[in-house]
């Protein structure tokens, strides 16, 4: 039972453009979500995050936007650049507790 | 400051031997997570622990699976008598004592079974 879902499995855009990468979660527990960024062999690395309470945090280039009755959030990258070419991972905590639940991954590939 | 050492970076084991993984945490993190990632899917969490305790479990098989973080040393996540389906990259992360969920990750062991 996937309780974090990510649906598209890879990205591409253009370099400049924005890139837009969605997440859905069905476990109303949920009260924290996170991005994390990961490429090739290496471990994830954290991006940004957002609490329930909040509707949208913004940290330079990337903004985290969360819609709580849609259980949905989505990463905007405003402008994407060809480093930005990675895998990016929703993650979601129920912070009763520490564990994280991970989507799949979205894998992102910005074309200069 | 170093971040979050995990070693060794591959590990290839035969059936029904046994794999220990280590982890250092980041100077001054106290909690340590491990997570494994099987090819094609996200990182699924295993078990959550402060120094000489294990907080949170829920994640790791039921058997042939321990974890533990001593008073002194890395964490150790140790895989017994492992099989095929072990194959996977395991990844450990590392927070400070106050709730953070922006956990450092090493860059993770890649073990295979063959």
């Known amino acids: 039972d996937q309780q974090v879902k990510q649906n598209s499995p890879s990205l591409s855009v253009q370099e400049g453009r924005i890139s837009i990468l969605n997440c859905d979660y069905t476990?109303?527990?949920?009260?924290?979500f996170l991005w994390y960024k990961k490429y090739p062999a290496e471990g994830p690395t954290f991006l940004i995050s957002?609490?329930?309470?909040?509707d949208k945090n913004e940290d330079g280039r990337f903004t985290v936007f969360l819609n709580k009755s849609a259980k949905h959030l989505s990463l905007h990258i405003v402008p994407s650049q060809p480093g930005d070419s990675a895998v990016y991972f929703c993650?979601?905590?129920?912070?009763?507790?520490?564990?994280?639940?991970f989507g799949s991954g979205t894998r992102l590939q910005v074309q200069p | 400051n170093a971040g979050v050492m995990q070693n060794p970076r591959h590990l290839v084991r035969r059936r029904g031997q046994e794999a220990r993984l280590r982890c250092s945490p980041m100077?001054?993190?106290?909690?340590v997570y491990w997570y494994r990632q099987l090819p094609e899917e996200g990182l699924k969490f295993m078990v959550y622990l402060q120094k000489e305790n294990i907080i949170d479990e829920s994640g790791m098989p039921k058997e042939r699976f321990s974890a533990e973080f001593p008073k002194e040393g890395p964490s150790i996540l140790r895989i017994q008598q492992v099989v095929r389906g072990d194959s996977a990259a395991y990844f450990c992360?590392?927070?400070?004592?106050?709730?953070?969920?922006?956990?450092?990750f090493g860059s993770g062991t890649r073990l295979t079974v063959v």
């Open positions: 957002i609490s329930s309470i909040k």
């Open positions: 993650a979601a905590v129920d912070t009763g507790r520490r564990a994280l639940t």
């Open positions: 100077k001054g993190h106290s909690h």
């Open positions: 992360a590392s927070s400070p004592p106050e709730v953070h969920y922006g956990y450092t």
């Open positions: 476990n109303s527990m949920f009260d924290y």
